[in-house]
């Protein structure tokens, strides 16, 4: 009977251990530390910034944004604090029910609390979610170098982006989906002027003592103003966009546009392919991707072999393994930034910001543009004659 | 003993699973002082201070004056290295072959080109922007100007004299436009780069170029044989300037020399007071080879 007993014993105290360290790890790992916004590593360690430059960057920030439970909106900004409010925070109802705490519900797991687009789900997502902190935004329509409207990005939570990871929010109310998109210009601010702090160590002069100013003078007038202005200015950069002509011949302008498709002034089909699969220039990188591979390529030739292992470190950690990006199936019938006539006119003239479609303002007729559009417009749909019969895949042979 | 071993092997894989979980490897964010951070909301709230105009503008001084120089590469450039060109091989690299261009030295002079250099900041400005627009241009698929200064505001004519299309992609400024063959479009530069941003080709992935805009003018691309000058600069008063090389081994391709006589940094910054109608030269400016990276 002892030698049964004994095993037994030993494993009562043994599973009191483990539960002892079960409860240890759980606490190790589970009770959550209020959030906090996760500093730009990648541009703070490509500027080769101290530790005390990174912290100054994170007391300033801290100073003129908040916290992700507590944000912060200073009136330069333009930004609606009441909205940040609704969407910062715990998932949570507040004293009349009211749900609270709406990025970390919706956008969080993608985007990530400081809008870097590297949530938890990030690396599974192809395309990647989109990293908010360069303040480049792809779908909208105002000028290449503009803003998106506060309408453009309404558009995208309302609608999602077609062939992406990004869903609809129709479901959400319209007070919601406004604070979202108050909450997503917020962290784009926030992003930019990160971004612009860190980049400003490198501009000191030698007798700052590689210190920034802590003064309203600096970090409002020349850092915050010149960002936020461009976000309350994007309303007055709409393309202007004239009416295609009702009573346009559509065979006619199709082939028109079929012929600006392939021909060197538009050129789409260097990019998009001869046909018109993507499958012209594959081998091209967008900014946010770019600025990985570009990084890369100086970390891998520098001599310094502490800063070497640091940055080897915020690669791994902080940044997503780049991808190239493909250009659009136009036969898909799959349009990224919505399938109106009037979406296509935006991306063939202003070309899609951050990403290497440029722009055919200025070197395109307004009204060869819609030629364009018309013609890719027919091209999930192209269809030359007999049923049954093979065409040939090359839509340049296809007639 | 058995129970041992399992109850051991449970606590290794916690132990793992712990050490996994909480995220070793990636590296802590800074954190941010409290402290300081209140204080920092205190100063920045309300309204600004209005600026000091008379210390700004409060610089000694009222004529002009000019600084010119030579950059000569101390070592040896070596081969430049040829471009793979893939696409439209017809018509690119088919009048000249293409080679890299980021480190072009002068074989009998030794002069380095491409180097830039432009003050940080100044008073006074003599002429007003130029309306005419300075031509940047692209041929046998490669960009004319492989290093291109323009002021801020100034016009820039994109052409494209090559009988194929191209795109023309001004990193950090947002300009990419399709550029038609034998067509052109103008680009007015809105804001200052800091250090020169690249210019590329999306559809000829080789091309590459730099350009660099100021709100002064204050800028100079050094020629074939190494010279820079620039005219017109404010006299009587410190003048800083910023080097820069494509190539350069420094923080942002900052140029570091070691001439203490004109305080040059490692971020490739020196000073320079200049009297007025002076034509300043710096003589020859020797660049090691170890001042120039992969």
């Not at chain 1, 909450?183 to 160590?201: D, F, N």
């Not at chain 2, 600004?48 to 004529?63: F, L, N, P, R």
Request: aromatic fraction near 8%; glycine fraction near 10%.
């Amino acid at each position: 009977m002892h030698r049964q007993d004994s095993p037994m014993k030993v494993s009562t105290n043994q599973a009191g251990i483990l539960l002892a360290l079960v409860v240890a790890v759980c606490a190790g790992c589970g009770t959550t530390p209020p959030a906090s916004f996760r500093a730009n590593l990648v541009e703070a360690t490509k500027q080769r910034l101290t530790p005390d430059q990174e912290r100054q960057v994170a007391t300033i920030l801290l100073a003129m944004f908040g916290t992700p439970d507590d944000p912060v909106a200073l009136p330069e900004t333009g930004l609606d604090e009441a909205k940040l409010k609704l969407c910062a925070g715990p998932v949570r109802s507040d004293i009349v029910g009211r749900k609270n705490g709406l990025y970390r519900e919706h956008c969080a797991h993608c985007h990530g609390i400081s809008g870097d687009g590297m949530g938890p789900t990030a690396a599974f997502l192809n395309p990647y979610p989109r990293d908010y902190r360069p303040g480049v935004f792809k779908f909208k329509s105002t000028e290449r170098a503009d803003k998106p409207t506060h309408g453009d990005l309404v558009r995208i939570l309302h609608n999602g982006i077609p062939g992406t990871s990004m869903p609809s929010f129709a479901l959400l109310s319209a007070v919601q989906v406004e604070a979202l998109v108050e909450y997503v210009k917020y962290l784009s601010i926030r992003g930019e002027t990160e971004l612009a702090l860190v980049r400003q160590y490198f501009e000191l002069d030698d007798d700052a003592q590689g210190k920034l100013p802590e003064t309203r003078e600096f970090l409002v007038d020349e850092v915050l103003t010149p960002i936020a202005e461009r976000w309350n200015g994007a309303a007055d950069a709409r393309i202007a966009v004239p009416e295609m002509p009702a009573d346009i011949d559509m065979m006619a302008s199709i082939a028109k546009g079929r012929e600006l498709f392939y021909g060197d002034k538009a050129n789409c089909v260097k990019c998009h392919g001869v046909t018109a699969l993507g499958d012209g220039q594959a081998n091209d990188y967008d900014d946010w991707n770019k600025a990985i591979v570009e990084w890369r390529k100086e970390v891998g030739g520098d001599k310094d072999s502490d800063w070497v292992s640091k940055a080897n470190r915020v690669l791994a950690g902080d940044a997503l393994r780049p991808r190239t990006i493909p250009p659009r199936n136009l036969r898909h019938g799959i349009y990224r930034g919505g399938r109106r006539p009037l979406d296509l006119y935006y991306r063939i003239h202003a070309g899609i910001n951050g990403a290497p479609m440029p722009a055919a303002k200025g070197t395109v007729d307004p009204q060869d543009i819609w030629h364009i559009v018309n013609y890719i417009r027919s091209l999930p749909y192209e269809f030359d004659g007999e049923l049954g019969v093979d065409r040939p895949m090359v839509a340049k042979d296809r007639f | 003993m058995i129970a041992m071993r399992f109850t051991s092997c449970v606590f290794l894989v916690l132990l793992a699973s712990c050490c996994g979980g909480c995220g070793q490897g990636r590296l802590a964010s800074p954190r941010p002082d409290d402290e300081a951070a209140k204080t920092i909301r205190a100063a920045i709230g309300g309204a600004s201070a209005a600026a000091d105009v008379a210390a700004e503008s409060g610089a000694a001084g009222t004529g002009w004056a000019t600084l010119k120089g030579r950059f000569v590469f101390a070592g040896d450039p070596g081969q430049p290295k040829a471009l793979v060109v893939d696409k439209d091989t017809e018509v690119c690299g088919k009048s000249s072959k293409l080679y890299d261009r980021s480190l072009r030295v002068d074989s009998s002079s030794k002069g380095l080109a491409g180097v830039v250099v432009f003050v940080r900041k100044s008073s006074r400005v003599k002429s007003a922007v130029p309306e005419t627009p300075l031509v940047f241009d692209q041929k046998n698929c490669e960009f004319l100007s492989p290093v291109f200064a323009a002021r801020v505001g100034q016009p820039v004519d994109v052409k494209n004299s090559d009988p194929v299309g191209h795109n023309t992609n001004v990193a950090g400024t947002s300009f990419n436009q399709l550029i038609p063959s034998g067509g052109s479009t103008i680009f007015k530069p809105a804001g200052e780069t800091g250090m020169p941003v690249m210019v590329t080709c999306n559809i000829h992935p080789w091309m590459k170029a730099y350009a660099v805009f100021r709100k002064d003018g204050y800028v100079a691309v050094s020629a074939g044989d190494g010279s820079f000058q620039i005219a017109d600069l404010p006299a009587g008063e410190m003048l800083e300037f910023q080097v820069w090389h494509e190539r350069s081994a420094g923080p942002n391709g900052a140029l570091g020399l070691d001439k203490a006589d004109l305080k040059w940094t490692p971020k490739g910054r020196f000073q320079v007071k200049l009297q007025e109608d002076e034509v300043k030269d710096l003589g020859t400016l020797e660049v090691p080879a170890a001042a120039i990276g992969t």
